[in-house]
């Protein structure tokens, strides 16, 4: 008959649950304290594991932060350029809304993402700069796509439309609020209905506008 396994001691974790602990509790940490102040043992026991399992994985610090960093990016990225943004299909209410509940929704199902970028600007790693930069381009393609099948040459004025409305929604989900925040799906109508009317206005009664742009 075997023996039963010891007690009391810590089940060992497969080296990529290790890996993907440690990243996760870098990103709560780095997002919460910023990059300066995040801790080697902060991020252990926010992750369950030990001092040495986060250096056996990652070396020093600075790898770990500049991992952390590049995963956010990617992800935040790869969840607000998605199918949404390029398709052609919907009328301009739909694919404004599909867009802005991309933003909004990353945000909200990844808290710690946008502290992340920030701390890494901070720090000195233009990250959501560069991941502003990545997403306006292509937005600003498809906006320019949707002008052109209306005839209209967007020249730079897709890009400046697309600036001001990453401006907006990042103000919007880092604000604070009197009580509860309002409704996600709210702020989300309320974005797409400012751009429908803004952009149904530009092309009927201020379409000078544009052509000051080009």
Known sequence: MSSPA???RPRKLPVSEQRARVLSATARVVAQHGMQGATIEQIA???GVSRQAVYEQFG???TLFAEVVAETEERAFTAIAGPS???EQPGLRAWARANYANMVTFVADHPEGYGVLRAAERAGDPALTRLRERLAVVYAEASRKRWAAHGIDSGRADRALVTLFFAMTESLVQATW???PPDQDALI??????????VARLQTKASDVIDRLR
Not at 189 to 198: I, N, P
Request: glycine share 16%; net charge negative.
């Open 6 to 8: 010891p007690r009391g």
């Open 45 to 47: 026991r926010e992750a």
């Open 60 to 62: 020093d610090r600075a």
């Open 85 to 87: 943004v390029a398709d």
């Open 178 to 180: 009197d009580g509860e």
């Open 189 to 198: 109508d309320l974005l797409t209905e400012f751009t429908v009317g803004g």
